[in-house]
């Protein structure tokens, strides 16, 4: 293939954002080069938990890297307590982050995109014709960039420098066989950590545990994640090998686009900040800065501007929403936790979210609606657990 002396588009970073909005470029018949610093396949710290709404917003083909589905969720209490609730139908999917990441990027190849792995991008510098991409080892121009290298990359701070922006953080290990839990549920465990929740995944050969604290740092998070896997009756005392990562939760405020930069996935904090869940979001945000871009190549003026709004208006009410969730969850464990325990329906409408039936929004408007109804239950069995004693 002969390389262009400009390209329309150059994609930084090739997580499920930056190769579905390569997708979206490729098949729309321009020219798209996608850079990654890794070489493919490549680990990714990551739960791999893929809620099943990613069905309807980018087909069932990423189903060849599932390792496991839940329908039912067990969700326990300082290592202790312990209650499930079965749903209807699938609420989430599993998957290895190396074999996911490399089906999303043979897709946007396949549909034409010029792919480079092991080539980390330096520097963007924009002008009003082009954006020029350093790398190691070469020069680029294109005319947009679709910034998607993650939390830590070189595309956020070019739009954003050093403006302040929020960060959980997360702690993960894959567990082989043997260790993981009999059942194929997920487990998530309330207060593992301050503010936050840990989690065991079901995988093909194992399970992934991790813990996630979405209200400040941590100063031991290693210390934490030990005391939850302890706490984690199946995983028979292993010694787990935890890595960690920044998850950077949706920050308000961010430029997320300039004339020829946009942002999407975890460059552009597209995070919800209840349940850490980025995949979905970076799907959702590579696509739409795929198709902006796309609709702006032509253009005598070209401008994302209307993809900043865009996120504003189609993510950031979810996030809003789902930040007062964390607001009460992690605000209030014990009463959070008992309230579910109590209201089976109420964790209901948190899985139609998983399930794409409903948004955040609408579940913290049922919640408002229903607040008379639910606290009370969940105060009579606090106050009954403290009396038993
Ligand atoms: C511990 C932990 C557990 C998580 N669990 C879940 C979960 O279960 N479900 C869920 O939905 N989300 C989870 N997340 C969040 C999820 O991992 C991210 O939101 C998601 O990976 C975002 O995708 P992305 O494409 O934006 O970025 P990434 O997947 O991070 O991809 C960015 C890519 O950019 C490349 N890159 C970086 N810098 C450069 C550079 N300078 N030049 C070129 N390339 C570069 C990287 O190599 C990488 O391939 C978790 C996060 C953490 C930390």
């Given at each position: 293939m002969s390389t262009p002396s400009i390209y329309d588009v150059i994609v930084v970073g090739l997580g499920p954002a930056g190769s579905s909005a390569a997708y979206e470029i490729a098949r729309a018949g321009r020219s798209v080069l996608g850079l990654d610093r890794a070489r493919f396949p490549r680990y990714k710290v990551c739960g791999g938990g893929v809620s099943a709404r990613l069905d309807a917003l980018?087909?069932?083909?990423?189903?060849?890297?599932?390792e496991a589905a839940i329908t039912g969720i067990t969700f326990r209490y300082e290592g202790r307590e312990a209650f499930t609730i079965e749903g209807r139908t699938p609420l989430a999917y599993f998957v290895m982050r190396d074999r996911f990441d490399a089906f999303w990027a043979d897709r946007a190849a396949e549909a034409g995109a010029r792919l480079c792995d092991a080539e980390a991008v330096l520097a963007l510098d924009e002008t009003d014709e082009h954006v020029t991409v350093t790398t190691a080892s070469a020069t680029y121009r294109a005319r947009f960039v679709v910034g998607t290298d993650g939390a830590l990359g070189v595309a956020t701070r070019s739009l954003n420098g050093s403006r302040a922006r929020r960060r959980a953080y997360g702690l993960e290990a894959e567990v082989p066989v043997g260790g993981c839990p009999p059942e194929r549920r997920a487990i998530l465990e309330m207060w593992a950590v301050p503010g936050g929740y840990g989690w065991t995944f079901p995988k093909a050969r194992g399970c992934s545990v991790g813990i996630a604290g979405f209200r400040g740092a941590d100063p031991r998070p290693k210390a934490r994640f030990a005391r939850f896997a302890s706490l984690q009756?199946?995983?028979?005392?292993q010694r787990l090998d935890a890595v960690g990562y920044p998850i950077p939760v949706y920050t308000p405020g961010l430029s997320l686009a300039s004339a020829r930069i946009g942002l999407a996935g975890d460059a552009g904090h597209?995070?919800?900040?209840?349940?850490?869940?980025?995949i979905y979001y970076a799907v959702w945000s590579g696509q739409s800065l795929g198709r902006a871009v796309v609709g702006q190549l032509d253009a005598e003026r070209p401008d994302l501007a209307a993809y900043q709004r865009w996120v504003e208006g189609a993510l950031y009410p979810e996030f809003e929403a789902a930040e007062r969730l964390a607001a009460l969850a992690y605000g209030y464990p014990r009463l959070w936790y008992e309230s579910m325990r109590a209201h089976p329906d109420v964790v209901d409408w948190f899985y139609g979210v998983l399930r794409g039936e409903i948004g955040y929004r609408d579940l913290w408007g049922r919640l408002k609606r229903h607040a008379v109804r639910l606290a009370p239950a969940a105060l009579a069995r606090r106050a009954a657990a403290i009396f038993a004693r």
């Open positions: 980018a087909g069932r083909e990423y189903h060849a890297t599932v009756p199946a995983l028979c005392d597209l995070v919800d900040p209840f349940f850490g869940e980025g």
